[in-house]
């Protein structure tokens, strides 16, 4: 069985969007905003690191004739949106939450540092850190190894849409198999996007183990702290 005690848990912008083709669905943060006071509740101490993909995608605001360092700087600010609706549901539940930025945007939020970080884990507050790593051209999967790294965080924690790393797509190849576990070489090599090649390679040098889960699936967040057999692990 799994044991982590200090997770670091990698939320995509999509994910708080639910079926809406923008923006926020409230009721789809509040579900992962109770799925994270359950991880509280079980001693487990948690950061997360929120894409902004449901308001702004800096690549995709290249194509449309941005300048990539402005068009991921929005990306970025579009992070800190994500942070503070998420930060807002887990209060609601009566969780102590904190927003840290990779750049300084008080009183919004505190500036990200890590010793006051990691600090506030120990303190029992769910920590939420925005705005990527602060730089352009690195994206929210390439922070959050960044930020677990940082936080001496026991595990990555990807969730997705999909409930692993297969061989191919699994919403467009019917054939795609799941793996199990997974090198992160072998992820590497075979070109795996469930993650950018940046993260991937980041955590295999400083050997963090990675769990690719769906996030998706009530209670799967605990499980893939908890369980052998939910997602793929990437070692």
Known sequence: MRRYKR?????????????????????????????????????IQPGIVVGGGNIFRGLEGVGSGYDRVKGDQMGML????????????????????????AIRMEPFAEYYVKEQAIESLEQGYVNIVAAGTGNPYFTTDTAAALRALELNADVLLKGTRVDGVYTADPEKDAGAERYDTITYNEAIEKQLNVMDMTAFALCRDNKLPIIVFNINLPGQM???IHEDHIGTLVK
């Open 78 to 101: 579009a992070t800190v949106i994500n942070s503070l609706a998420l930060q807002s549901a887990l209060e609601r539940l009566g969780l102590r939450a904190r927003v840290y930025t």
């Open 7 to 43: 997770v670091l848990i990698k939320l995509s912008g999509e994910a708080l969007m639910g079926q809406k083709a923008f923006g926020l669905d409230h009721a789809s943060i509040e579900g992962y905003a109770s799925e994270i006071g359950d991880l509280v509740k079980d001693g």
């Open 222 to 224: 605990k499980k893939a």
